[in-house]
């Protein structure tokens, strides 16, 4: 039941996050759907037809007031139609996003478990530590490495692995002689390619769990279950599994914020990197402002973190018994 | 000023800290008064390795490095810091508002605070920056400001909620002070050291945003910003794939991560100077310590109460 009603909020979440973005783009002065209509007519076209092209671009009549271009955007909306690219004329908002999306998914995840665990085995190692130089200097390579932004370190890696020593590629999720499916050939280009990507969301993400994972291990540490675990003379194999179980619940709910900055950070390092995904291709929507690209994109990402935190809160709730969804 | 030189004295890295902030506030300030002019173009000098001349070399025009770094100082850290002064005093706000008004106006804004905490903030920004304009630095600030003030709000609230119901404020308010009073005498003073710690997170976080604006070049390119440099280092002028224009690559970037970095030490300069209770230890690493477990109370707080949001 709770579920489901989490499930409702968040899609009553999604439906103004997307209301927000349509009068955002529209109200402001210099509408560019206004601004393209009256371009078409310049050029030449009848009002119809540029009506016409206007309305297969952002789904709703340029000439309307903005509520009635609401309702008949939304209609298009809830059919799954986006508009279609500007930039790539024609092209659906959807298919583009579609192809695009499978890539970022594949890259955030993998970096958000990868430095996860050097999180949570650095913080582990600096709580154990705590009083000793290697706890400082942990704890200070962690703090610069989450306060250096991730376009920098993508410039710097790219820089170092592909211009002075030439070992991995610059661009693209896989090479050109493979084709994408379930084959090694293919499977093996694309680790190849997500090397660097994947390093730059390493660094730029781990320094954040390992304090983070460092602060809960210490109050853990000074829990009472633990001094009675101690007492009762377990071994130290025992005792670290406790530890280890009990500090990592709580950086669940760090979830929610480090999804929506792996994929703010994606959109800088997917654009460094040329990398197929979805933040290349609303960083490259946005310089060529390409509004339907954007709002479908910004739609879109903004979904799946909803979605995504719903499925942490569930499991978090499967994970912790003492809290019921 | 004694107590400043005791707690920078504890540990060698902040004196480092201090340092690197300085250094850039000086550049901020003096910048224009040291290079009046703007960098001139000398089409025969393009890509020089760094000498006496050019301490930095010379970008893509000829045009020397380090005066463009100095000059781009006092765009970057006046857009941050105002723009940290908004995240900060909004999430206050709010945080206040919604912590001390009563449950209404408290689910209201946490509600809002819920929903803006999961719209990834750099792609707000960059919607935001384009159909906003960036026309002055104001603006900018403001939309940047958008990106931080959710996680401060709820902190804020849950301090907020736990300080209400100590002894100090009820017997403010049993003796009649006014609401105002009881705010501004009484809980915030409390939340200062949270309130200034998260001032210097708040900055390295605008630092990010603005440099990373430009870098990408959404917003219409000025002159001297690193973001700029940055920008046309990896793409217009094809510095990045020659070793010779090493310089033009490595001089931004290095100003990006020594400032972070300068800020990053001063917060735990900061968190000492402005928490009395953190002064009196012996050793600088037993401070360390119980500033982490402060900061772990707050964490546990929010933590809990998005336990108690989601199961009741």
Redesign the interface.
Known sequence: M?LIR?IAVSLV?IF??SSI?FF??RL?PGNPYSVMYHKLVMQGMTPLQAEDQVKGIMNAMPNEPVFVQYIQWLTQLVHGNLGTSIEETGVPVTELIFNALPWTLVTVSIGLFVSFLIGIVLGVISASR???WV??VI??VG??A????V??TA??L??LFN??WHVFPSSGAYGIMETPGLNWPFLASFAYHIVLPEGTYILAGFGSWE??M???T??VMNDDFMMAARIRGLTRQRIMNYLGWNSIL?LF?LF??SL??M???S??IE??YAFPGIGNL??TA??T?DYPV?EG??ML??AT??FA?VLA?FLY?VLDP???? | MRTFWHILRK?K?RIVGVVLLLMFVFMAIFGPIIYPHQPAIHPNEIYLPPSWHHLLGTDYAGRNILPQIVLGARNVLFVAALAALFTVGIGTLIGLAAGYLGPIVDSILMRFTD?V????????I???A???GMSNDVIMAGILSFAGWG?MARAIRSMVLSIRERSFVEVSQGLGMSRTYVIVKEILPNLLPYIVVHLMLAL?GA??GE??LF????VPFKADNWGVM?NF??GGSGA????RSLMF?ISP?LA??LL??G???C?DVVNELVDPRLRNTV?G??A??RR??R??SV??I??GG??RS??N
């Open positions: 709770k989490r979440l103004v996050v973005t955002l783009v402001m705590r009083d000793t706890s400082s704890d200070n703090s610069i989450h306060a250096i932004p376009y920098v410039v710097a790219l820089y211009v002075v304090l983070a460092k602060s809960t210490i109050m709580p709910t929610m914020l929506g900055t994929f703010g950070g959109v800088f654009s460094t609303l960083a946005v310089t402002r954007m994109c910004f990402t903004t973190i909803i935190n809160d709730a003492r809290i019921t969804m | 540990r890295m929903m905490l999961t719209i990834p903030s750099i792609v707000l960059l919607i935001l384009i159909t906003i996680g390295t630092v990010y440099v990373g870098f990408l070049g959404v940055l280092a990896t990045m794939y020659s070793t690559l970037i990006i991560v972070q970095t800020i990053v030490l917060t050793g690493y037993q360390n310590g982490r477990q900061r772990t964490g546990r929010s933590v998005r336990v989601s199961s």
